[in-house]
T-cell receptor, first 115, second 113 residues
Framework: GNSVTQMEGPVTLSEEAFLTINCTYT??????LFWYVQYPGEGLQLLLK?????DKGSNKGFEATYRKETTSFHLEKGSVQVSDSAVYFC??????????????FGKGTLLTVNP | NAGVTQTPKFQVLKTGQSMTLQCAQD?????MSWYRQDPGMGLRLIHY???????DQGEVPNGYNVSRSTTEDFPLRLLSAAPSQTSVYFC????????????FGSGTRLTVV
């Protein structure tokens, strides 16, 4: 079955530091890949997505590239801010067969950015 | 637009009680789903619906029922609450499953004692 593995947290950084949150996946076929962000007390929000190999998703300074050869979708940001403190979830969706309505999530990574 | 609205935000139940978690969306989305979020587990799909009158089970459906009589509403029923159902529940809807545009509600925190 499908699965998503993302780096264990928590991750604590100082403001303006470089961020990487690793995400690898296992899936049959060619899934679409997503990063969602959850701010304290809120639901999940779509941060960025990529639907095919070598696509780069980007939003609010965050980027992730769909790497089929390494089955990875690592999230990066060049300079984090205190307001980026949140839980980040990597997710995939199968694009064929009976599973194409389901998002499979990683366990989430808590990021705390200190001033 | 209100987006996806979940009620209540918090609920405490006694073991064996039943209740319904409400979810409503005003975006005319065909696809709706329920997830539960547990520490260290990520989000797991409980049930989903691809349109009014059509529902199906996700990964962890036991102990939960759903129905979809209208496009807007997708309630989740706990038949006989158990402590293992203590969790945060999220409803999500999508205009296009293919494009992955999921909108999540703000969640219901349920405690079963």
């Amino acid at each position: 079955g499908n699965s998503v593995t993302q780096m264990e947290g928590p991750v604590t950084l100082s403001e303006e530091a470089f961020l990487t949150i690793n995400c690898t996946y296992t899936a049959t076929g060619y899934p679409s890949l997503f990063w969602y962000v959850q701010y304290p007390g809120e639901g999940l929000q779509l941060l960025l997505k990529a639907t095919k190999a070598d696509d780069k998703g980007s939003n609010k300074g965050f980027e992730a590239t769909y790497r089929k050869e390494t089955t990875s979708f690592h999230l990066e940001k060049g300079s984090v801010q205190v307001s980026d403190s949140a839980v980040y979830f990597c997710a995939l969706r199968e694009n064929s067969g009976g599973s194409n309505y389901k998002l499979t999530f990683g366990k989430g990574t808590l990021l705390t950015v200190n001033p | 637009n209100a987006g996806v609205t979940q009620t209540p935000k918090f609920q405490v139940l006694k073991t064996g009680q039943s209740m319904t978690l409400q979810c409503a969306q005003d975006m005319n989305h065909e696809y709706m789903s329920w997830y539960r979020q547990d520490p260290g587990m990520g989000l797991r799909l409980i049930h989903y619906s691809v349109g009014a009158g059509i529902t199906d089970q996700g990964e962890v459906p036991n102990g939960y029922n759903v129905s979809r009589s209208t496009t807007e509403d997708f309630p989740l029923r706990l038949l006989s609450a158990a402590p293992s159902q203590t969790s945060v529940y999220f409803c999500a809807s999508s205009y296009s499953v293919r494009l992955g545009g999921y909108t999540f509600g703000s969640g219901t925190r349920l405690t079963v004692v």
